[in-house]
């Protein structure tokens, strides 16, 4: 299989890294992190996001992810694809903490990447 090199700033790997996060989010069922994306600061009124809420669960029902809940990404129904998806997401994230806080720190973003797809975790350095 080829490798890929891509050179991203630092804001270009924070978009990247929350793109994956939301792709593999909607692999587990969690259709509504879209509504975060189009509503972040929740400006949109109440009716609004009741409508665009009701045609995510809709749509989350219709492609069989449980209704009130979702997968855990490394449940057997979820697609390679997501956890991939997931995985290279860690890898990003991690870097970009690291870089941020060299000594390390407590969270998740500072949790070393495991991986939960079918593909080795990506590797990432900073660029020259």
Excluded: C, W
């Amino acid at each position: 299989m080829k490798n890929y090199t891509l050179n991203l700033n630092e804001r270009q790997a924070q978009v990247v890294a929350a793109a994956l996060d939301l792709y593999a989010r909607i692999g587990i069922g969690q259709f509504e992190e879209v509504l975060q994306v189009y509503d972040p600061g929740a400006k949109l009124d109440i009716k609004t996001r009741g409508r665009i809420g009701s045609g995510l669960r809709i749509a989350k029902e219709e492609a069989g992810h449980p209704a009130n809940g979702s997968h855990s990404i490394v449940n057997p129904v979820v697609e390679d694809q997501f956890r991939v998806a997931y995985d290279v997401r860690q890898v990003i994230r991690h870097k970009l903490a690291l870089d941020r806080k060299p000594e390390g720190g407590m969270g998740v973003d500072f949790d070393t990447p495991h991986q939960t797809g079918k593909e080795p975790l990506a590797a990432i350095k900073a660029a020259e």
